[in-house]
Structure formats: C-alpha cells, structure tokens
Nanobody, 126 residues
Framework: QAQLVESGGGLVQAGDSLKLSCTASGLPSNRYVMGWFRRTPEKEREFVAAILWSSGTTHHSDSVKGRFTISRDDAKNTVWLQMNSLKPEDTAVYYC???????????????????WGQGTRVTVSS
C-alpha cells in the first residue's frame, strides 16, 4: 500500500525559511512524479511544485518560483520542499502527492495524482 508522510510544518515569521519533507513507500513503480500542493480557505488545492523522480526535472508555480525549491533524495525515497522568504500568503496546509506516468501538461492538476499524504500545516505570521 502506497503511503506518503509529510513533516516539517510549523509557525514562522515572514521572511523565515522552512523545509518540508515527504517520505514515500509502497509506490507501484519508480517512474513517478512527486508534487506539493497547498490548501487554503480560498483555494482547495493549489499547485506548488513537482519533480519527476527519474530525471529530476522540476516544476514550480509562478507564485513560489525563486523562493521555493523541490528536490529529492533517492536513497531515502524523500522529496523536500525548501521554502525561503516565506510570506503570510504562503500560510496553508501543504500536501505531498504522487502519480505514475502523467503527461507533463497535467502535472499541475491535483486530480492527476493518485496518492496523497495527510498534510502538514505552515503558518507564516506578518
């Protein structure tokens, strides 16, 4: 059974940094995409970033580009989301997600993903 476990959320001040992690187990193949999404009262699931596990190719949303970086650790089956220069509008519950064999144009669509973690809350105070 596939499982994604996130950690690393917390309460920080604007301008601070946080690093989220997502450890995967039981995924059915090694050709998958790992993504980070976030949920706020205004947006159900907003795409943040994704990484193609096999190639390391990354995608970041315009709202976090230059501030957030997604990366992976093959040995630990873990995906990281380094978040720098955090803003109050980054406050959300962050979810890790995974899918196998997705078309590139669907990477930012949450409905494309088959597996989801439980979420970790990030709160950024001004």
């Amino acid at each position: 059974q596939a499982q994604l476990v996130e950690s690393g959320g917390g309460l920080v001040q604007a301008g601070d940094s946080l690093k989220l992690s997502c450890t995967a187990s039981g995924l059915p193949s090694n050709r998958y995409v790992m993504g980070w999404f976030r949920r706020t009262p205004e947006k159900e699931r907003e795409f943040v970033a994704a990484i193609l596990w096999s190639s390391g190719t990354t995608h970041h949303s315009d709202s976090v580009k230059g501030r957030f970086t997604i990366s992976r650790d093959d040995a630990k089956n873990t995906v990281w989301l380094q978040m720098n220069s955090l803003k109050p509008e980054d406050t959300a519950v962050y979810y890790c997600a995974a899918v196998s064999n997705v078309f590139a144009f669907r990477i930012q669509i949450p409905e494309s993903y088959d597996y989801w973690g439980q979420g970790t809350r990030v709160t950024v105070s001004s």
